[in-house]
Every structure is written in structure tokens, then in C-alpha cells.
């Protein structure tokens, strides 16, 4: 609670004319960039030579396998550290600078939080040190936790505390909101509810970085999706975008008696998994594959589908492959880094 207080008393300091909140939409600069920023901890690279822009309004993902940097970027973009090289800025301005003036907040997934007070009473304390702030009903309302406004803190489960998090941040009524892992602990309702309320924020310019483990929810929620492996950015682009790099179909079929000798010779097959009597086999090639099992093997309800972004991201973020991916937004490279 004293680094919320802290953050908040800093973020208090009077916003002047330079606010970009108060610009024409047109003339707003980015709300992030990232111009070749690295960050290394020892001879460790945590980030390397990244190139990152994102436009007002806009709600963004930054994925990657434990290690691949996520932590290392977003700390540099609300400036609890800086690069070892490149430049990062936030709104035009050194993230320090933006946050001072109340442009900037963050959900992060744990601390901050007295057991002992009631949800209204964090609510209220937090808003009081703020210079401006949100009405503390509709930051409550916003985060959707109105109706349990009078309960302590304590006796809240982990989602209602993660939407608590969410209202303080609101309070300062950001231009950029940068969340960790915002749907921890909530349940399928919470979520939806939660996004919702994300994507409305959205829609009145206000722009939403999030990093999460639930690739369900990048795929469903974000307008972009950034993909980090070894502290590289090896794709940027819509769901639709990252979800074709991984090429090729995946072909489901019930198939009793499958095993490995059976399955080792089908044309076009990239791999075979076999879940009992279901097999999985994923191909460049998917008409060939369905052949051999339809005319060779006693196959049956048999199906085809495109690739998930479970599939993009394991064959993007994962150690094999290789080559580049051009997407919307730019060029994406896979390899051994």
C-alpha cells in the first residue's frame, strides 16, 4: 500500500496543457514506442533490439514462454528501469514524465492491497491522493465491483481483488493502461465482464497493453498480438495474422487401434498425436492426409481445422523452426536467436 500511495502522490502532480488527452485525436502521438531498446541483467539479454509502436485507442498483447522478456519490456515502458540501449517513450515523453502527469497506470497481479479495509474504503483512500480523480462510484462501476463495495478486502477472492486493482487504476482516468496478468483468479463470467468494460474503454481512445498467459484471451480480445522469444519481437499483428504463420491444418479422426507403426508412412503429415482412440495430425497437406486415412485406415468422424494461436505460438515462440513471416504490421523472424 505505501508504493500505491507513493505512485499516487506522484501521479497527483498538476497536468499541464502538454497533456495529450487535451490534443485533436489526429495530432496524438504514439501512446508507446520502442526504438531499438535492449536490456541486458549481467551478460543476460532480457530484451534485444526491439521495435515497438502502439496507436491510441488500441488494445495489444505481449505474449512469450516464461524468460522471453515480457517483464523486462513492460518495466521499461512504466520506467522502473531503463534500456541499455534504444529509446522508449510514452505518449512523446520519457515514461517518468507521463506517469508524473497522471497519463499512465498499472495492474500488476499481487500487493497493494490492506486486508483490513473495505473495497470502498481502498477506493477512497487511494482517490484522496490524487490532486484529480474519477468519482469513486465509477471507478467501482467501471471495474465492476460496486456491489461488493462494502466488503474488506480480506474476504474477497483473488478475481475480485484483480477488479479492485483495476478500479484504482482507473481512478487517474489514463491515456495508457498497462496490465499484468489482468484476469488471474476470475472466473469465465468475470472475465467476460472484465473485457467488456476493457473494450469500452478502449473505444474512447483509451489504449490497453496486457500481458497474459491465456492465449484464449489475446486471441479474443486484442486488435494486436506481439509475440517475444528470447527477448526478441518474432511477430506483431492481428489474431488472423499470427494464427496463419502457422501454416497448414490440423486433421482429427477416431481411429481405434492407432499406433505409431500404423501411422508412421501418412503423405503430408508434419506430426501424429494419438490421444487414444482420437488422432491428431498436423499437416501442410491436410487433403492428403485425410485420403490416406479415409482409403488405407478404418478411420471415421473425421474433421479438418485451421491452426489456433496455441499452434502459432508454440511453432513461433518454440526452439525449432525457421524463416520470416511478413504480417499487417511488419516483418516477423523465426530461428534460433
Known amino acids: ?34 526504438a531499438g531498446v535492449s536490456k541486458n541483467f549481467g551478460r543476460v539479454q532480457a530484451v534485444r533490439n526491439a521495435d515497438l509502436r502502439l496507436r491510441s485507442g488500441e488494445i495489444v498483447a505481449i505474449l512469450g514462454p516464461n524468460g522471453a522478456g515480457k517483464t523486462s519490456t513492460i518495466d ?48 477512497e483512500y487511494t482517490a484522496s491522493l490524487f490532486a484529480q480523480s474519477q468519482p469513486v462510484g465509477e471507478a467501482l462501476s467501471g471495474a ?7 466488503r474488506r478486502v480480506g474476504k474477497c477472492s483473488g478475481g475480485e481483488q484483480q477488479r479492485l486493482r483495476f478500479a484504482l487504476a482507473l481512478l487517474s482516468d489514463p491515456e495508457l493502461l498497462v496490465l499484468d496478468e489482468p484476469t488471474t483468479g476470475m472466473d469465465v463470467e468475470g472475465r467476460r465482464s472484465f ?46 495474422e499470427i494464427k496463419a504463420m502457422a501454416a497448414g491444418r490440423t486433421v482429427r479422426a477416431t481411429l481405434a487401434g492407432a499406433s505409431e507403426a500404423l501411422l508412421a508412412d501418412i503423405p503430408g503429415a508434419d506430426s501424429v ?13 491436410s487433403d492428403a492426409v485425410a485420403r490416406y486415412l479415409l482409403t488405407q485406415t478404418v478411420a471415421k468422424d473425421l474433421e479438418i481445422t485451421a491452426r489456433g494461436i496455441e499452434d502459432a505460438f508454440l511453432a513461433l515462440t518454440g526452439d525449432t523452426g525457421s524463416g520470416t513471416a511478413t504480417t499487417g504490421s511488419g516483418t516477423a523472424t523465426t530461428g534460433a536467436f
Open 144 to 150: 465492476g465491483i460496486t456491489e461488493i463495495a462494502d
Open 76 to 123: 521499461m515502458i512504466l520506467g522502473l528501469s531503463q534500456p541499455a540501449s534504444g529509446r522508449v517513450s510514452v505518449l512523446g515523453m520519457q515514461p517518468r514524465q507521463a506517469i508524473s502527469r497522471g497519463l499512465v497506470s498499472a495492474v500488476m497481479q499481487t500487493g497493494g492491497l490492506l486486508k483490513d479495509l473495505t473495497v470502498r474504503e481502498t477506493v
Open 195 to 240: 473485457w467488456s468494460a476493457i473494450r469500452k474503454d478502449a473505444e474512447q481512445g483509451r489504449t490497453v497493453l496486457f500481458a497474459t498467459h491465456y492465449l484464449e484471451e489475446a486471441d479474443a480480445y486484442a486488435d494486436r498480438i506481439v509475440l517475444l522469444r528470447q527477448g526478441r519481437i518474432v511477430a506483431d499483428g492481428t489474431a488472423a
Open 1 to 34: 500500500m505505501i508504493a500505491l500511495a507513493a505512485a499516487a502522490i506522484i501521479q497527483s502532480m498538476t497536468v499541464t496543457n502538454t497533456d495529450p488527452r487535451a490534443w485533436p485525436a489526429q495530432d496524438r502521438p504514439l501512446a508507446v514506442e520502442l
Open 273 to 285: 498425436e494419438i490421444r487414444g482412440e482420437t488422432v491428431l495430425v498436423h499437416a501442410r497437406d
